[in-house]
């Protein structure tokens, strides 16, 4: 059994989008990050199942939320920033390691909020959601 430690997990991002220019980035400046994946179902059920509801998957979403040090000078940041008040798409790659694997696809960022705790350093919450794009998503690495 092979366990993964959050703090190896790997956010790479794309600006443009995954079909864009360039090489997929590391970001270094992610707190906690959670990958949501879940499907949407439609009721299947008929009189043969007994008295129990059926359901079948259809589609799938995905969302992504991560918290980052309000940082002005990083790239990262300026390009996670730049996709929220541009209204354009960034490519993430969301990986479990380094060159492992996960969810490939350009995101739309829907939240850009600053917290403010007296104590603590500036941070941002984002979250991104699957955009529409000609790229479709795709799990990357792994089997």
Same mark, same amino acid.
């Not at 002005?72 to 541009?86: G, N, Q, S, V, Y």
């Not at 492992?100 to 984002?126: C, H, K, Y």
């Given at each position: ?23 997929f980035i590391e970001?270094?400046? /992610? !707190? $906690?990050?959670? @990958? ?7 009721? =299947?059920?008929? *009189? ?14 995905a969302s992504l ?14 390009? /996670? !920033? $730049?996709?929220? @008040? ?7 790659? =969301?990986?479990? *390691? ?31 959601? /699957? ?13």
């Amino acid at each position: 059994m092979s366990t993964q430690l959050g703090m190896n997990a790997k956010l790479l991002y794309k600006a443009g989008g995954v079909a864009g220019g360039g090489n997929f980035i590391e970001i270094s400046n /992610i !707190r $906690d990050l959670t @990958l949501n994946l879940e499907k949407g179902e439609a009721d =299947v059920s008929t *009189r043969g199942n007994n008295g129990w509801r059926a359901r079948v998957g259809t589609l799938k979403d995905a969302s992504l939320e991560f918290e980052m040090v309000w940082d002005t000078e990083d790239e990262a940041f300026e390009a /996670i !920033r $730049d996709a929220f @008040l541009d209204n354009t798409i960034i490519g993430f790659q =969301v990986l479990d *390691r380094e060159s492992g694997q996960g969810l490939q696809a350009d995101w739309e960022i829907m939240t850009f909020s600053r917290n403010e705790p007296l104590e603590e350093a500036i941070t941002v919450s984002v979250t991104a959601r /699957i955009a529409r794009s000609d790229t479709p998503p795709e799990w990357v690495g792994g089997t």
